[in-house]
């Protein structure tokens, strides 16, 4: 079992950056690879970005390719994901997600893990 506490959301302005950090419990090295999803009132939950365990592999969504960057420091069991250039748009509760085995990285219902979701909120 794993749990996963992500931290870092906030209020910022348009333009700004923020950093995500998502910590992960468990410390017996499984190999899981992690991504991040958003959601808003309303919404399905929407693919952000994910990475593999060894860290080279990494995706985005359109929406965020150029602006996100998600990154990883296996020895502090812990996923980042820099957000840069916000948008009002980017306002959604985030979550990060776990699983071992991941054949479609951008479906939520590829993992087994799940954090509780921090929130962001871009103003204009």
């Known amino acids: 079992q794993v749990q996963l506490t992500e931290s870092g959301g906030g209020s910022v302005q348009a333009g700004d950056s923020l950093t995500l950090s998502c910590a992960a419990s468990d410390r017996t090295s499984t190999p899981y690879s992690t991504a991040w999803f958003r959601q808003t009132p309303g919404k399905e939950r929407e693919f952000v970005a994910a990475i593999g365990w060894a860290g080279g592999s990494t995706i985005y969504a359109d929406s965020v390719q150029g602006r996100f960057t998600v990154s990883r420091d296996n020895a502090k069991n812990t996923v980042y994901l820099q957000m840069s250039s916000l948008k009002p748009e980017d306002t959604a509760v985030y979550y990060c997600?776990?699983?071992?085995?991941?054949?479609?990285?951008?479906?939520?219902?590829?993992?087994?893990?799940w954090g509780q979701g921090t929130q962001v909120t871009v103003s204009s």
């Open positions: 997600a776990a699983g071992t085995v991941i054949p479609r990285p951008r479906r939520a219902d590829a993992y087994d893990y």
